[in-house]
């Protein structure tokens, strides 16, 4: 057990829809890191938060949008889904000046 | 930019025996970090393995060890006594040292391991 948690674990939803992604990240870690995991593009990172505050930006479409709220917690929202967005979603923490991240157990997103 | 390139997509080892996956990478930067995780069946990415570039003896964490040429820009990892239960998905990732922007993984495509009992 990484010390991370997402919830749900499964999402089926239709195309057009809107959904949000959960992650707590391990206590006491500032910063959280969402990555996307689909067969043809791998794992592709999507945005960082540090302590609220956005930190980075990847591969994250317009249609996809995250924040951290004050008690670190994190949600990535993905709207106007696709069936491309099925995939697994992972979130990942890591502590002020640590450099090893913490994966979360994933959710998997399957559009229909 | 930084990339990660896996080249073997499929090993496949006898239970006991040894192994070795190929990673190999390309960054213009002198400090950085990089792992090994691993992702069996139940889909969960557990870190394997970490070497911090500076540092020129290899790591090492059980049976799991890496051999990092730097100069080269390798980073092997070698399983020895071969268990069932290391049959998994295996993915080499890059960090820079510094953290913010360039904090995030980046990734190679995977090395599917089988292990025959």
């Known amino acids: 057990d990484s010390g991370v948690t997402q919830t749900p674990k499964h999402l089926i939803t239709a195309t057009g829809q809107r959904v949000t992604l959960r992650c707590s990240p391990r206590s006491g870690d500032l910063s959280v890191y969402w990555y996307q995991q689909s067969l043809d593009q791998g794992l592709q990172f999507l945005i960082q938060?540090?302590?609220?505050?956005?930190?980075a930006k990847g591969n994250i479409l317009e249609r996809f949008s995250a924040q951290q709220f004050p008690d670190l917690h994190s949600e990535l929202n993905l709207s106007s889904l696709e069936l491309g967005d099925s995939a697994l979603y992972f979130c990942?923490?890591?502590?002020?000046?640590?450099?090893?991240?913490?994966f979360g157990p994933g959710t998997r997103l399957t559009v229909l | 930019a930084q990339t990660v390139t896996q080249s073997q997509p499929e090993m496949s080892v006898q239970e006991a025996e040894t192994v070795t996956l190929s990673c190999t990478y390309d960054?213009?930067?002198?400090?950085?970090?990089l792992f090994w995780y691993k992702q069996p069946p139940s889909r969960q990415m557990i870190l394997v393995i970490r070497q911090e570039a500076y540092k020129q003896q290899n790591a090492t964490e059980n049976r799991f060890s890496v051999n990092f040429q730097k100069a080269a820009k390798s980073f092997s990892l070698k399983i020895s006594d071969s268990q069932l239960g290391d049959a998994a998905m295996y993915f080499c990732a890059y960090r820079s040292r510094y953290g913010g922007s360039q904090g995030n993984l980046i990734f190679g495509k995977g090395t599917k391991l089988s292990v025959k009992p």
């Open positions: 960054t213009s930067e002198s400090d950085y970090y």
């Open positions: 938060y540090y302590n609220g505050e956005e930190r």
């Open positions: 990942a923490s890591t502590g002020t000046g640590r450099d090893t991240q913490y």
